[in-house]
């Protein structure tokens, strides 16, 4: 597989499914956008493509014969020497599923019944994603990890793959895992700019949780969020009951000046906390994910994490 020395990024990509029609539907929109591109019928046949050249961007279905879509996910991730950017396209909305293929390397899905219209916008943020990926700092020696999925450099599979470890972990040690989902947000549209943060804004609320929690243990994931609103979830290991309170309102002491608290404030913070119980099955990553953001609303909400963490990251 041939590499680049530089940060060029080729504008080549691999489509990778059974049906002829999709297959070439695809391939000419991505013409379009100035791709060259390759087609493959079956995960064979792809393997063996992709282990001739590098491509960064692979499209590939979830249901292809000789290697279903997940295994050949994997198996891609395995060979490839330099950045490769994957959308899945799939009929299943089921969380589940979505989460075997971000867990074999998958970077983002697209549903059959949103293809071909948002091809193009994945496979745009997809190529923006390695791009920042390649220049990313995950954190500096003395700070936590953080996954941001907020500037696109990382995707779901970053996140869900190091909490699914992490919740492996906690149900081998029974030790405490928890999540604390921390949101500032504003209905005003200039409220930031007010507290001399404007964009800034959620770089302030990653400051105060890389300045509240331990920064070799407990790691930070910054998720996509709606505009005026910051969204971080901290993960706790091994911690005990009385970590994620703690921590919270070390946050919440951070913007105490913001009086944050008071309904009369310009700006909101909410947090919520969600732990795995030693007496219970362990749940998925994104359930967990979306167990502590509702607990953050306040309410029961069908719409959990996964539609955020599954958002687009064009620039």
Request: some cysteine; hydrophobic content about 40%; glycine content about 6%.
């Amino acid at each position: 597989m041939s590499t680049s020395s530089d940060n060029t990024l080729p504008r080549r990509a691999l489509v990778v499914d059974a049906d002829p029609a999709t297959r070439e539907s695809a391939a000419a929109l991505l013409k379009l956008q100035g791709f060259t591109v390759t087609t493959a019928s079956d995960g064979a046949e792809a393997l063996t493509v992709f282990a001739r050249d590098w491509y960064p961007l692979v499209l590939l279905s979830r249901s292809i014969p000789t290697l279903d879509g997940i295994e050949l996910a994997s198996r891609l991730r395995v060979i490839a020497l330099a950045p490769v950017y994957l959308i899945m396209l799939t009929g299943s909305t089921d969380a589940r599923d979505h989460e075997l293929g971000y867990c074999a390397g998958v970077d983002q899905y697209l549903l059959l019944q949103n293809f071909p219209g948002e091809l193009v916008g994945k496979a745009e943020a997809g190529m923006v994603a390695l791009r920042r990926r390649r220049s990313s700092r995950t954190g500096r020696l003395d700070e936590p990890a953080t996954v941001d999925l907020e500037n696109g450099a990382h995707t779901a599979r970053h996140l869900v793959g190091r909490l699914r470890a992490e919740i492996a972990q906690a149900a081998r040690t029974r030790g405490l895992l928890q999540i604390l989902s921390a949101s500032l947000e504003t209905d005003d549209d200039e409220a930031f700019a007010r507290q001399n943060l404007g964009a800034s804004a959620s770089n302030a609320l990653l400051q105060a949780v890389h300045d509240a929690i331990r920064p070799k243990l407990d790691w930070v994931t910054r998720l996509p969020a709606p505009a005026h609103t910051c969204r971080l979830a901290v993960v706790m290991p091994e911690s005990s009951p009385i970590d994620g309170p703690a921590v919270e309102q070390r946050i919440r002491n951070a913007f105490v000046h913001w009086n944050t608290e008071s309904a009369q404030s310009e700006v909101r913070l909410s947090c919520g906390l969600a732990s795995i119980s030693r007496n219970e099955a362990p749940p998925t990553a994104l359930e967990f994910l979306g167990q502590a953001e509702r607990n953050r609303r306040g309410k029961d909400n069908a719409r959990t994490g996964i539609f955020q963490v599954q958002r687009d990251h064009a620039a």
